[in-house]
């Protein structure tokens, strides 16, 4: 079989697709995939129209002598390669990972909502209603759709029930496939992380609204010592950063982006991993830290359920509830047996996200569509 993946991301680029495409890119053809990988780098730096069409032609290009188009997104990638597809007349899968209208009307356009209410909402913003139209007609387009946890297939399910297209996605169209992470090559703690007091709390993702991070900044300042390290990058950058200046000066950094490597690094340096998200499909960061044996504090929304088991290999606090993180990290931080614990039972846990397993069943679906 003959694959074109149709990726945003690609190493040396970080996220959940770039790890997601390598892998596959690198684990397929053990399974008699041969797999042709089209990069959205390539043409990022066009203007955002005509950027979108030349991917749609070189998606084309590689169709026409492929047998089947994987998209790692429903919007950027998704719609040019679902109409290269049709164009050459091949098969065309979607992999789901998150709902990409939701994200921009948080971030971009006032929605306030959690994921779970905006899905059945029947009035949002005219940019947000567009993008709804565009990953519906999108899933609506494949033959099979993968997501990466159950509570992500209840998401998809719901895609168009709110809008004028009235019906949902078929649920056997969907087919759940956990994801695989490795976390074989792990780099440097940079200088600045090194210096903080322990113990060491570390936030890693996008700084965006519904990871509420501030809460986590609040609850490390409350801990006499403690210091927290954030990494990532995005819009809340200069917020969060005076808000760490404020309450914990001395014992926070905000290290803005770092490569994969060394982002690993810092996770297995901490004392506790946070995750106070309100929003997860399946964190790639928490499947990193259970393989890093990393102490886990996240919240009980989304997929997390599914990665972590409360009070096994990791804890699980309810979302937007303050006082209950704080609680619960100065529990973690001054119980050292717990610790222990926990990480022993995480680093078996991980196991259930194996390389191999993603591979096997990702390579079903396609030999079967």
Not at 14 to 39: C, M, N, Q, R, S
Not at 249 to 266: E, F, N, Q, Y
Not at 300 to 309: L, R
Request: aromatic share 6%; proline share 6%; net charge neutral.
């Amino acid at each position: 079989m003959k694959l074109v993946i149709a990726t945003p991301l690609y190493p040396p680029e970080i996220g959940g697709p770039a790890t997601y495409a390598h892998l596959l890119f690198e684990g397929l053809p053990a399974k008699d995939i041969e797999v042709e990988l089209i990069k959205f780098s390539k043409v990022r730096h066009l203007p955002k129209c005509i950027r979108h069409y030349a991917y749609y032609r070189r998606v084309l290009k590689a169709a026409k002598n492929a047998d089947a188009v994987l998209a790692l997104d429903p919007v950027s990638v998704g719609l040019p390669a679902l109409r290269a597809a049709k164009s050459a007349g091949k098969p065309f899968i979607v992999k789901i990972v998150g709902d990409y209208a939701w994200e921009q009307g948080q971030q971009r356009f006032g929605v306030t909502e959690t994921l779970d209410e905006f899905v059945t909402m029947k009035h949002v913003p005219f940019p947000v209603r567009m993008l709804q139209r565009i990953q519906t007609h999108v899933a609506r387009g494949a033959v099979r759709i993968i997501v990466p946890s159950d509570y992500l297939k209840s998401i998809v399910t719901k895609w168009g029930t709110s809008t004028s297209l009235s019906t949902s996605i078929p649920e056997d169209t969907i087919e759940v496939i956990y994801n695989a992470v490795s976390v074989q090559e792990i780099g440097t703690v940079p200088n600045a992380v090194e210096k903080l007091p322990r113990p060491l709390v570390v936030n890693v993702g996008r700084l965006v609204p519904w990871k509420h991070i501030d809460d986590v900044i609040d609850a490390t300042a409350g801990i006499f010592g403690a210091s927290l390290a954030i990494v990532g990058d995005g819009p809340e950058h200069a917020t969060l950063a005076h808000r760490a200046s404020e309450k914990l000066s001395g014992r926070a950094i905000l290290t803005g982006a770092l490569s994969h490597k060394d982002t690993l690094a810092v996770m297995k340096s901490a004392d506790a991993l946070v995750l106070n998200s309100s929003y997860e499909g399946l964190s790639h960061l928490l499947i990193e830290a259970l393989w890093l044996g990393v102490p886990v504090i996240a919240t009980k929304v989304g997929g997390n359920a599914e990665v972590i088991t409360d009070n096994e290999d990791g804890l699980l606090v309810p979302a937007g509830d303050p006082p209950a993180l704080a609680h619960t990290l100065a529990l973690i931080l001054s119980d050292k047996e717990l610790r222990t614990r926990l990480s022993t039972r995480a680093k078996e846990s991980a196991k259930r996200f194996g390389t191999e397993t993603m591979l096997s069943a990702t390579a079903q679906v396609l030999q079967n569509i």
